[in-house]
T-cell receptor
Framework: GAVVSQHPSRVICKSGTSVKIECRSL??????MFWYRQFPKQSLMLMAT?????????EQGVEKDKFLINHASLTLSTLTVTSAHPEDSSFYIC??????????FGSGTRLTVV | LAKTTQPISMDSYEGQEVNITCSHN???????ITWYQQFPSQGPRFIIQ???TKVTNEVASLFIPADRKSSTLSLPRVSLSDTAVYYC????????????FGIGTKLQVIP
């Protein structure tokens, strides 16, 4: 149990375009999901907290207009990187809370902006 | 949010027991201690969670002293496939509290 599916696993896009990443809790309802970004050889950095039916809460320094988060249902949160640039290239990971264990993480999305 | 401190890296030979200690001096009453394993280009994977004393599952043991200001993840008889980064997280996860990651411990298992 407690599976979080994240798609796509990797994506390459041109500079200036937008990319959407999906995070789904498959076997539990997740009222709260989190989005992280991880650069090579670094730890996960929390970007935002996504709550179902309400606006996301962004961490300091994260541009909310660039990283659009939508949590329209109890099982789906999406992160859209708008007008992506090479410096946005990173590994993006979502996690969901909804079980006794606390956090369950998705498998991550490798974004490369060329 | 409780801050955690772990060794940056550890090396171990195959078949040995590995103990990774995490310090969390300002742990709160409602906080649980959870350990995750992360391989390159993958999301963190749950290993074990505890509140106090000792917890054991099929892959690891977690030792938590009475004051709960530290915890030790014990991996019995490691193999090459255990080479990964291990993170200690402390927080009220069941209360939907956000948790931040420390730097983690890079475990390198040597043949």
């Amino acid at each position: 149990g407690a599976v979080v599916s994240q798609h796509p696993s990797r994506v390459i896009c041109k500079s200036g375009t937008s990319v959407k990443i999906e995070c789904r809790s498959l076997d539990f309802q997740a009222t709260t999901m989190f989005w992280y970004r991880q650069f090579p050889k670094q730890s996960l950095m929390l970007m935002a907290t996504s709550n179902e039916g309400s606006k996301a809460t962004y961490e300091q320094g994260v541009e909310k207009d660039k990283f659009l988060i939508n949590h329209a249902s109890l099982t789906l949160s999406t992160l859209t990187v708008t007008s992506a640039h090479p410096e946005d290239s990173s590994f993006y990971i979502c996690s969901a809370i909804g079980t006794e264990r606390g956090y369950t993480f998705g498998s991550g999305t490798r974004l490369t902006v060329v | 949010l409780a801050k955690t401190t772990q060794p940056i890296s550890m090396d171990s030979y195959e078949g040995q027991e590995v103990n990774i200690t995490c310090s969390h001096n300002n742990i709160a009453t409602n906080d649980y201690i959870t350990w995750y394993q992360q391989f390159p280009s993958q999301g963190p994977r749950f290993i074990i969670q505890g509140y106090k004393t000792k917890v054991t599952n099929e892959v690891a043991s977690l030792f938590i002293p009475a004051d709960r200001k530290s915890s030790t993840l014990s991996l019995p008889r490691v193999s090459l496939s255990d080479t990964a980064v291990y993170y200690c997280l402390v927080g009220d996860m069941r209360g939907y509290q956000k948790v931040t990651f420390g730097i983690g411990t890079k475990l390198q298992v040597i043949p």
